[in-house]
């Protein structure tokens, strides 16, 4: 198969939806589909339930279960699809953030009861700013919900999409009774108990035809046919173009517990969902055609056995070929590292591979040579545009508590946050290390893994800060700078890669500081232009 062939068939997503959606649910049906599984329950769910949230022993248990599935690929309709998992749990919302750069597209999937969710808007929010190329995916239509006109609104309104729906329920909850496909122009007929593949359904071209009241009852025929009139009277008809350049999203609605309606997404999935796209460098676009290999490493898990300390990088792979062996450049060291045993995965098994294409991931053994954003080459000096960081929000002192073990504390703090669990920031004051984390449970988790890996202990100290904001070095040499950086001297800090940042205490010292020094810039995410 030639190299563009390969590329072609590749399918490289990650499924978003705020925690109980269905994430977990809807996976696991694709990969029945994929016949990556046999069974249902398959697929341990990998989101840390909320009554875990003090149990350490569930925590790893947690982390153990995703690496595994961490990526899930699977074969279909001779489509290789790479399904990135992202953690559902809030405070892992970073980690989250970061898959999304390895991502060509994703599905959000939205509970039909609940609508547009908190944690929905933010990620989808995040694809947008990208123009990643997003299908909705409404779930639990067998469950009373949100009216299908009112939820296309919500999303409209809640995630600025511009959505067009590619199918329809009719009815919902009780009176559910199946799905007209738009895209297909067919109907799927539900049968309440029906855990199956549903293959029920029947070809209907013409919504017109006297045939449907027979199918679907008189009643729900006629609302059928009003409703499809106003789909077809308000949203514009699909456009893949649109689609492909985040700015047209189209709709699905099903049941993925009763794997409803999820035929029907992922055969329109692999047909308009793109291959490996092109991908900005700092210092050009790559396109996925070209020869020479190149990637970036976009998570780091570590390994749980803590005999073993060494950690698997993954990395996704943009152009050329990914081969065992062979020497590849790491840009940020200038080292050129070979890899002898590369991981491939496949439904929710790892194993070594000789040859990787766009749009795969490899995951890399790495004894602490890999940062999240580093990228691999094979010789040119080229950086994938960094992931960037956001505010953290909550935010304490990292103290040692145990003086015998302080290099153990630096070296497990730096090896952590080069995993990406949280952010370092460095007081310009007196040196004192800040932890900035997005859920108070990664503090737990950090002072776990520090004694259990690295035989360190640590205390916190609430440190108050409102937000994280990132300081523009562009005017620093002026008076107005020098000035801020004096008054403010207490309140900053530098971050990991040695970004100065500024910690504001309140949203009014905040704004008192951009009102007093308007020269200086200040950014609340960690990439700026
Ligand atoms: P998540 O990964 O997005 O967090 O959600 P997950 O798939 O774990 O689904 C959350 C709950 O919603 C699960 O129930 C799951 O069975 C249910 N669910 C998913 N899809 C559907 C659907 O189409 N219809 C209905 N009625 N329920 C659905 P749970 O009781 O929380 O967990 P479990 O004990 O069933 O695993």
Known sequence: MSFKTQIQKRRTFGIISHPDAGKTTLTEKLLLFGGAIQEAGAVKSNKIKKSATSDFMEIERQRGISVATSVLAFLYKDKKINILDTPGHKDFAEDTFRTLTAVDSVIVVIDVAKGVEEQTEKLVEVCRMRNIPIIVFINKLDREGKDAF???????????????????????????????????????????????????????????????????????????????????????????????????????????????????????????????????????????????????????????????????????????????????????????????????????????????????????????????????????NLHYKGIPSFSPEHFRYINNADPMKAKQLNKGIDQLMDEGVAQLFTLEINNRKVIGTVGALQFEVIQYRLEHEYGAKCTYENFPVHKACWIDPKNSKSEEFKEFSRVKQKFLAKDKRGQLVFLADSPFSLQMAQQKYPSVKLHFTSEFD
Request: charged letters at 30%.
């Open 150 to 380: 009112d939820l296309l609104d919500e999303l409209e309104l809640k995630l600025g999409l511009s959505v067009t729906p590619l199918s329809f329920p009719i009815g919902m909850g009780y009176d559910f009774k199946g799905i007209y496909n738009i895209y297909e122009k067919n109907i799927n007929l539900f049968s309440g108990d029906n855990k199956k593949n549903i293959e029920d359904t029947i070809a209907f071209n013409d919504i017109t035809n006297p045939e449907l009241e027979t199918i679907i009852g008189s009643e729900a025929a006629k609302t059928l046919r009003d409703n499809l009139e106003l789909v077809e009277g308000v949203y514009p008809n699909f456009d893949k173009e649109k689609y492909l350049e985040g700015k047209q999203q189209p709709v699905f609605f099903g049941s993925a517990l009763n794997n409803f309606g999820v035929r029907e997404l992922l055969d329109c999935f692999i047909e308009i969902a793109p291959p490996p796209r092109a991908k900005m460098a700092e210092e050009r676009l790559v396109d996925a055609l070209e020869p020479d290999m190149t990637g970036f490493v976009f998570k780091i898990h570590a390994n749980m056995d803590p005999k073993h300390r060494d950690r698997l990088a993954f990395i996704k792979i943009v152009s050329g070929t990914f081969e065992r062996n062979r020497p590849y450049l790491h840009v940020r060291n200038g080292k050129k590292l070979k890899f002898s045993s590369p991981n491939a995965f496949f439904a929710e098994k790892k194993e070594i591979v000789d040859i990787s294409y766009p749009g795969d991931i490899v995951g890399l053994h790495d004894t602490g040579n890999f940062k999240i954003g580093d990228t691999l080459t094979e010789g040119e």
